[in-house]
Antibody, heavy 118, light 108 residues
C-alpha cells in the first residue's frame, strides 16, 4: 500500500541547515507530486512547496524563496526538503504529502520534528 | 494568495450531535479544489473531503462537504468519540496552496 516514510527528528542551531527525506512506497513514483507542509507547536498547517517527480522547477511560497530547496532521487523514490538559515520560528513538525490529482493530499508522511535551538 | 478563514475556532459538542464547520475563501477557489482534513493529536492530517463535496476512500458517510466558489462547509451528522479533533480546510487549486487556521471540535 501507499506509504510515505520520513527521516527522524533533528535538532539544529540557529543559522544551520536541515535536510529531511521522504521515501515513497506502493505507487509509481513519477505519477504524483509531493508537497511539504509544516506545523509549528500548537499552530496550523503551512504549505512549504511542491516538487514534480519528473523534474522541472519546484514551486515555493514567496516567504521561503531562497531558503528552501526541494529535490528528488528517482532511483530510490525519495524526495528531499532542505531548509537553510534556520531560526527559532522554523521549529515545527515537517510533513511530506502526496497530491493525487483532484483528490488533493491523500497520503501523508508521519512527520519529522525539527527543533531549532541554541 | 487565497486566504481561508474557518469558523468557529472551537466547538464544544456532545457525541451523537450534528455539526457544521465553515470555511470562507478570500477569492474564488479554482475548480472548487477545496479539501477538508482531520488531525488528531500527534498524527498527520487525514484527508476527509476533496473537490468540496467528495468523500475520500474509506471515510464514513457521516462526513459530508458542500459549497462552491468562496463558501464551503463540512458537516458531521452523528458525532462519534473519535471525531473530536481539529479540522482544516485547504485550497489546492492555485499556488500558493493555503490552509485555514483550523476548527477544534471538543467534547462538551
Amino acid at each position: 500500500q501507499v506509504q510515505l516514510v520520513q527521516s527522524g527528528a533533528e535538532v539544529k542551531k540557529p543559522g544551520a541547515s536541515v535536510k529531511i527525506s521522504c521515501k515513497t512506497y506502493g505507487y509509481a513514483f513519477t505519477t504524483s507530486y509531493i508537497h511539504w507542509v509544516r506545523q509549528a507547536p500548537g499552530e496550523g498547517l503551512e504549505w512549504l512547496g511542491i516538487i514534480n517527480p519528473h523534474g522541472g522547477a519546484p514551486d515555493y511560497p514567496q516567504k521561503l524563496q531562497g531558503r528552501v530547496t526541494m529535490t528528488r532521487d528517482k532511483s530510490t523514490s525519495t524526495m528531499y526538503m532542505e531548509l537553510s538559515s534556520l531560526r527559532s520560528e522554523d521549529t515545527a513538525v515537517y510533513f511530506c504529502a502526496r497530491e493525487y490529482g483532484v483528490l488533493g493530499f491523500d497520503y501523508w508522511g508521519q512527520g519529522t520534528l525539527v527543533t531549532v535551538s541554541s | 494568495e487565497i486566504v481561508l478563514t474557518q469558523s468557529p475556532g472551537t466547538l464544544s459538542l456532545s457525541p451523537g450531535g450534528r455539526t457544521t464547520l465553515s470555511c470562507w475563501a478570500s477569492q474564488r477557489v479554482t475548480s472548487n479544489y477545496l479539501a477538508w482534513y482531520q488531525q488528531r493529536p500527534g498524527q498527520a492530517p487525514r484527508l476527509l473531503i476533496y473537490g468540496a463535496s467528495n468523500r475520500a476512500p474509506g471515510i464514513p458517510g457521516r462526513f459530508s462537504g458542500s459549497g462552491s466558489g468562496t463558501d464551503f462547509t463540512l458537516t458531521i451528522s452523528r458525532l462519534e468519540p473519535e471525531d473530536f479533533a481539529v479540522y482544516f480546510c485547504q485550497q489546492y487549486g492555485s499556488s500558493p496552496y493555503t490552509f485555514g487556521q483550523g476548527t477544534k471540535l471538543e467534547i462538551k
